[in-house]
């Protein structure tokens, strides 16, 4: 209907512009053709405006393996030209250009690129590498560190229960309770000699 419409004006327009009178009919054919050459060129105008030209298959052949190795510029251009395809009927995209767009939103490139070979053995290692180093620092230092304190000994805790029980402390439900079976303070083995 809105060509129909353009056609109509765009004719009527040009044929009551050139034409003032009517009453002369014998004008030359190149007026009429000159007069209806604007119209067929806003309709031809209207008509490119929808259609999109189709990609070439060498600018699609092969994406999966160029597109990263492909500058950034011309990854935009190549997907905006792709988008503005698929703005058309999508029965008119060739069979590559479907593939390319589908492989270009949903590949794996980018944020969804597979990792490469060998990753899972190089993270192991430089776990396993992270893990000895931790260990060899905690031997370090316990070789390094000096002999436990004294009040850690098994039988100076064991004379420290003597003295609470002496003391009576905690007469309710600790050390100094009648039937008490815990350990009481006792936590460290024997000293070594």
């Given at each position: 209907?809105?060509?129909?419409t353009?056609?109509r004006?765009?004719?009527?327009?040009?044929?009551?512009?050139?034409?003032?009178?009517t009453?002369?009919?014998?004008?030359?054919?190149t007026?009429?053709?000159?007069?209806?050459?604007?119209?067929l060129c806003?309709?031809a105008?209207?008509q490119?405006?929808r259609?999109?030209?189709?990609?070439?298959?060498?600018?699609?052949?092969?994406?999966e393996?160029?597109w990263e190795?492909?500058?950034?510029?011309?990854?935009?251009?190549?997907w905006?030209?792709?988008?503005?395809?698929m703005k058309t009927?999508w029965?008119?995209l060739?069979?590559?250009e479907k593939?390319?767009a589908?492989?270009?939103?949903?590949?794996?490139h980018?944020?969804?690129?597979l990792p490469?070979p060998?990753?899972?053995?190089k993270?192991?290692s430089?776990?396993?590498?992270?893990?000895?180093?931790?260990?060899?620092?905690?031997?370090?230092?316990?070789?390094?560190?000096?002999?436990?304190?004294?009040?850690?000994?098994?039988?100076?805790q064991e004379a420290?229960?003597?003295y609470?029980?002496?003391?009576?402390?905690?007469?309710i439900?600790?050390?100094?309770?009648e039937?008490?079976?815990g350990?009481?303070?006792?936590?460290?083995?024997?000293k070594?000699?």
């Open positions: 209907m809105l060509r129909s353009v056609l004006a765009a004719s009527s327009r040009t044929s009551s512009s050139i034409l003032p009178s009453k002369n009919a014998s004008l030359p054919s007026i009429l053709r000159t007069s209806q050459q604007p119209a806003l309709y105008g209207h490119q405006a259609r999109v030209h189709a990609i070439s298959n060498p600018t699609l052949a092969n994406i393996k160029r190795e492909m500058p950034p510029q011309e990854q935009a251009d190549l905006m030209a792709l988008r503005d395809r009927n029965h008119e060739t069979l590559a593939k390319a589908y492989w270009i939103a949903f590949g794996p980018g944020p969804r690129a490469p060998g990753e899972g053995w993270v192991a430089y776990t396993a590498i992270g893990i000895a180093i931790a260990c060899g620092i905690v031997v370090a230092l316990r070789f390094a560190a000096r002999d436990p304190p004294s009040t850690m000994t098994k039988e100076y420290t229960n003597e609470l029980k002496n003391q009576k402390v905690e007469p439900t600790g050390i100094s309770s039937g008490y079976a350990k009481g303070y006792v936590q460290s083995p024997p070594r000699t």
